[in-house]
Every structure is written in structure tokens, then in C-alpha cells.
């Protein structure tokens, strides 16, 4: 049975804000803080950890015991829902898409010392995950249990991405002007968004998604969905964008460059990044820094979305 009245907010600590100083930034001209979200819990830290807290909530309240969500091999979705299950005392259930390959890699093995049940799933069914007809098949199946869509990413996932935005103006001493993410879904920009969206007075503050997938300009119209079921209102935003240019080939494809340039980042700032997603933001945003495309003196916060398991999938 899942925990009664969870205490889901109150156990975690609140991520730090964390300023990085560096030669580079100065000359720049510019302040940049990163929010450590990878450093809320050590299994699972994260975005991922943002975007499952009211639905574990809400399933709680419904009296679910058993969350059944979707992922690849190196899901860290997969990865924080089989960890934050254990830790909040529900069974787990995983979708995995492809074939099972033996021996489990380290994503897959740590879901199941969590508990979680893995099932495989081939390609064509996994596109149709969201289908009424297939999740209707799974409650055949698996019995009444709380769906989580890929990657958590759903309108209480949003909530939960609303409170980075509300956490950093309570830590940062003078209000920030840029705030950007790794986005694959797009649903924690859009968090950020809307709690942006929510605030007085204007000028508002701007938003930057990175996509970390080949042709994201589509996240656009995925923002637009989370945030207004599909209405076009936020089209005519002006307070956010997408950054299509820095995904390097695509989803979970990296080269040297990246590699070299994680390895500087660590070396500099301290802190470690994951290939698929954060060192992708930032490299993208040193870039944009670089190229002068912020103001001078603009106050820029970064979220390190956590991700950093997955960085076993590359022998990194
Ligand atoms: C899943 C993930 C993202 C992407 O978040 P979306 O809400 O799907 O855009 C970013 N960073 C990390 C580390 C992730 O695991």
C-alpha cells in the first residue's frame, strides 16, 4: 500500500541556486546561476523528481499502489519512477521499448533492484502508449494502475515544474531575466512558462528551451499543447522560445566536442553534466553568451535537470 498523506515536499530539500564564477562569464558580463535540481535526491534528482511529485500525490489520494509508465533502455524516467516508487512505497511498473537485452544495462538493472517489473515492448506498440484502445489493454493487463505518460510529462508534471521558477526568485537577491532548460518533451519549460506567465509586473522574464532532438522546432507546438491544451494564446507569447540549433545530430547523439566540452565544464565550474540532455543546454548557452546574445549584465539561471545516470550509456 502507498504511504498515506505524503510528505513528498517536505523530506526533499530544496535544490541550491548556485552562481558560477569564471574569467569567461566576466569578461562576458553577464551572471549565471545554476538551480541544482540533480542534486535533490541522489536516485531521483532531477526534473524527473519535479514531474512526478503530484502524481505521486494525486495517486496517492486515488489510492493507486502501482505506477506503470514508458521509457527506452536509458530512460532516467524509468529510472526515477522506479526509485522514487520504492522510496514512497509503490510498485513499479516499466514499459520498456525494444528487445530485452541480456545482461540488463545499469538503467534497467537499478529499476529492478527498485522493484520495478519490466516489460518490453516493441516499437510499433510503444508509439501507440498513448492510445485510449492501448491503455485500456494495460488495465486489462496490469489492473488498476496510475499511467504515467513517457518521460512523466503530463498537465500535474507541469504544477511541479512551476515551482522551479517560484523556488529561484525566493533564493536569487535580485530578479533573474533568463531562465533556461534541456527540453525533450518540453513539459518543464513549459512549467516555467506558466509560473513566469503567472507573475507581476511586466517586463516579463524570457524562457529558452534547448531541444535536445534533431528538428525541435516542433516543441514549440508541444509547449503550446501543455500550456493551453492546444490554444493559441501562448503562439503569441513573446516571453519564450525553443533553441533548436545545439542537439548535435539528435537525440542521445554526442561527439568529441561535446565530450571535451563537458570535461571543461567540470574541470572549471565543478560540476558534472549528462551528454543527453544539460551539457547540450550549456553548451548551447555558452555559445549564445559568446555571440553577445543577451544584454549586458543579464542575469541568467540555468537548471541542472539531473541525468547524470545516463551517462553510463556512453561509457562516460
Ligand atoms: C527528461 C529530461 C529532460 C527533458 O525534460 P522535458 O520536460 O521532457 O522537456 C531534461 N533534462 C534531463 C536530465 C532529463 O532527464
Given at each position: ?39 535533490i ?9 519535479r514531474?512526478?511529485?503530484y502524481?505521486?500525490?494525486h ?23 522506479a ?17 530485452k ?21 516493441d ?15 494495460i ?17 500535474l ?10 523556488e ?31 507573475e ?39 516571453n ?10 539528435g ?15 567540470q ?50
Open positions: 500500500m502507498a504511504q498515506s498523506s505524503l510528505i513528498f515536499a517536505d523530506n526533499l530539500a530544496v535544490s541550491p541556486l548556485q552562481k558560477l564564477q569564471s574569467p569567461f562569464l566576466d569578461k562576458a558580463n553577464v551572471q549565471l546561476f545554476v538551480k541544482r535540481d540533480d542534486l535526491h541522489p536516485q531521483f534528482g532531477g526534473n524527473k523528481w514531474k512526478l511529485k502524481n505521486l500525490q495517486a496517492t489520494n486515488k489510492n493507486f499502489d502501482t505506477l506503470l509508465t514508458f521509457g527506452g533502455a536509458w530512460s532516467n524516467h524509468i529510472y526515477a519512477t526509485a522514487a516508487g520504492k522510496h514512497f512505497g509503490f510498485n513499479t511498473i516499466g514499459l520498456i521499448r525494444g528487445e537485452h541480456a545482461p540488463l544495462n545499469t538503467t534497467l538493472s537499478f529499476a529492478e533492484e527498485c522493484g520495478m517489473q519490466l516489460h518490453y515492448i516499437r510499433k506498440q510503444y508509439r501507440q502508449k498513448n492510445d485510449a484502445s492501448f491503455q485500456k489493454k488495465i486489462e493487463q496490469f489492473g488498476n494502475v496510475y499511467i504515467l505518460p513517457e518521460g512523466g510529462s503530463n498537465s508534471a507541469i504544477r511541479g515544474c512551476e515551482e522551479i521558477i517560484q529561484v526568485n525566493s533564493q536569487i537577491n535580485k530578479p533573474f531575466d533568463v531562465i533556461c532548460c534541456a527540453s525533450g518533451t518540453g513539459a518543464t519549460l513549459a512549467g516555467m512558462i506558466s509560473a513566469i506567465e503567472a507581476e509586473p511586466i517586463p516579463k522574464k524570457f524562457a529558452i528551451g534547448f531541444s535536445v532532438l534533431k528538428n525541435g522546432e516542433f516543441l514549440t507546438t508541444e509547449v503550446n499543447n501543455f500550456l493551453n491544451n492546444g490554444v493559441a494564446d501562448h503562439l503569441l507569447s513573446d519564450w522560445r525553443i533553441e533548436a540549433n545545439f542537439h548535435f545530430g537525440y542521445a547523439k554526442i561527439n568529441d566536442e561535446l565530450i571535451q566540452f563537458m570535461r571543461d565544464f574541470a572549471q565550474y565543478n560540476i558534472a553534466l549528462d551528454a543527453v540532455y544539460t551539457a547540450k543546454m550549456f553548451y548551447g548557452l555558452f555559445a549564445l553568451i559568446k555571440s553577445n546574445a543577451f544584454k549586458p549584465g543579464s542575469v541568467i539561471v540555468a537548471v541542472h535537470s539531473g541525468g547524470i545516470q545516463g551517462n553510463k550509456g556512453f561509457n562516460l
